[in-house]
């Protein structure tokens, strides 16, 4: 007799693992404690690209001028590069894999966000997964999220928190697998690409310096 395949939402399976995750990672522990993001990531039986997301973008949530671009632009740029060749789980350069935010820091960004985290793990849910699996649906998104993080590390003057929060939403449609909403993330990046990389001129500056770079 055939078992049918369980439903990621079914019961006893948790549907939300990257959300409730994450509130259990800023719940418990010391403070001071480091977590490493490899430790993180091996914990989670999907999503780790979502996860390690939303680990990267936490310094755009820091009001310090330059952090969010120096550390949280490249790694974005790296998840989506390595989404973008078509890995389906992220590969750690060593001395990223031992290193991860302190516990307190995790802390203070699920405070901030505790009510809107709440409603999320309540509505996001598996579905729509064409725009999730598919091989053209990850290089897509991969595509995106090197944008969205070399926009990140520009001098933009206030949009930290801006693509912080729209990078935030990419994190959780991947840990949820919710392809509702990483349509509207398709969305939403497309035209903040259009309006903030491509008017203000600065996106399409360097992306020409880099092409010289390389081919003269």
């Known amino acids: 007799m055939t078992t049918a395949p369980r439903d990621p939402g079914a019961a006893g399976v948790p549907r939300n693992e990257g ?3 994450l509130l259990a990672m800023a719940s418990q522990g010391d403070g001071e404690q ?12 999907q999503g780790a690209f ?37 890995l389906r789980s992220p590969w750690l350069p060593a001395p990223i894999a031992r290193r991860g935010p302190r516990r307190r820091t995790l802390h203070r960004f699920v405070s901030k966000l505790q009510r809107p985290l709440t409603w999320l793990d309540s509505v996001l849910k598996p579905r729509l997964a064409l725009t999730i699996e598919p ?24 949009t930290n928190y ?16 919710d392809g509702r909403l990483m349509l509207l993330n398709w969305l939403g990046g497309v035209a903040a690409i259009a309006f903030f990389g491509i008017s203000s ?10 092409a010289n770079d390389l081919f003269n």
């Open 135 to 158: 091989l053209a649906a990850r290089l897509f998104t991969g595509a995106q999220l090197i944008l969205l993080g070399l926009l990140l590390s520009l001098p933009i003057p206030f």
């Open 50 to 86: 979502g996860m390690f997301l939303l680990l990267a973008i936490l310094p755009a949530f820091i009001p310090l001028p330059g952090v969010a671009g120096a550390l949280s632009g490249p790694l974005v740029m790296l998840i989506g590069a390595q989404m973008l060749v078509g």
């Open 34 to 45: 480091h977590l490493h993001i490899q430790d993180v990531l091996g914990g989670l039986a």
């Open 19 to 21: 959300i409730r995750t």
């Open 201 to 210: 001129g600065q996106l399409l500056t360097y992306l020409t310096r880099l």
């Open 162 to 177: 801006l693509f912080g929060f729209q990078l935030m939403l990419f994190a959780l449609a991947l840990l949820e697998r």
